[in-house]
T-cell receptor, first 111, second 117 residues
Framework: KQEVTQIPAALSVPEGENLVLNCSFT??????LQWFRQDPGKGLTSLLL?????REQTSGRLNASLDKSSGRSTLYIAASQPGDSATYLC??????????FGSGTRLLVRP | GAVVSQHPSWVICKSGTSVKIECRSL??????MFWYRQFPKQSLMLMAT?????????EQGVEKDKFLINHASLTLSTLTVTSAHPEDSSFYIC?????????????FGDGTRLSIL
């Protein structure tokens, strides 16, 4: 059974700092991996999607990497801003096309 | 980009009431939609997979008679929480897959906060 773990569970950083969020999964037979942002009481916003054959994806200040063999992905946020404060979720799509979510990292960027 | 609309965004009702939540894909056809449940400060748990024109597939532990799912068209899936009780209070979110394209991102609605008194 696929399990997705995110570390740390919570993170507080000063504005401007670069930071890394970690995601690990137990079964490397994934279809793709997706990073989401969730604001309190809101739905999910897709940030980056990495196919199983890809190593990384970039969008603006965000960069996500994927090492399928070791079951790890990282989300790198450069020059963090208070507006980046949210919960970040990673999810892997397994062979049955279901998304399995991690428990999230709650990020607070202090002005 | 692809948009998924979920309605209503917030429901408060009495115990024993049945509540229907709609999930619509606004600018694309979705053969598959997913329903998730999220408790406070927890992650999303998949409840069921809804396929257009066929019965939904429920995850283990999810009561299909309690959570009725209908996917009558390529743009609409509904989740009905029957005879809701306080323990059903949660945040329900749907997502949709672009028709025939399983390696594309899943697009999520804004969620429905259900509070049962």
């Amino acid at each position: 059974k696929q399990e997705v773990t995110q570390i740390p569970a919570a993170l507080s950083v000063p504005e401007g700092e670069n930071l890394v969020l970690n995601c690990s999964f137990t079964d490397s037979a994934i279809y793709n991996l997706q990073w989401f942002r969730q604001d309190p009481g809101k739905g999910l916003t897709s940030l980056l999607l990495i196919q199983s054959s890809q190593r990384e994806q970039t969008s603006g200040r965000l960069n996500a990497s994927l090492d399928k063999s070791s079951g790890r992905s990282t989300l790198y946020i450069a020059a963090s801003q208070p507006g980046d404060s949210a919960t970040y979720l990673c999810a892997v799509k397994d062979s049955s096309y279901k998304l399995i979510f991690g428990s999230g990292t709650r990020l607070l960027v202090r002005p | 980009g692809a948009v998924v609309s979920q309605h209503p965004s917030w429901v408060i009702c009495k115990s024993g009431t049945s509540v229907k939540i709609e999930c619509r894909s606004l600018d694309f056809q979705a053969t598959t939609m997913f329903w998730y449940r999220q408790f406070p400060k927890q992650s999303l748990m998949l409840m069921a997979t809804s396929n257009e024109g066929s019965k939904a597939t429920y995850e283990q532990g999810v009561e299909k008679d309690k959570f009725l799912i209908n996917h009558a068209s390529l743009t609409l899936s509904t989740l009905t929480v029957t005879s809701a009780h306080p323990e059903d209070s949660s945040f329900y979110i749907c997502s949709a897959l672009l028709r025939g394209i399983s390696n594309q991102p899943q697009h999520f609605g804004d969620g429905t906060r259900l509070s049962i008194l």
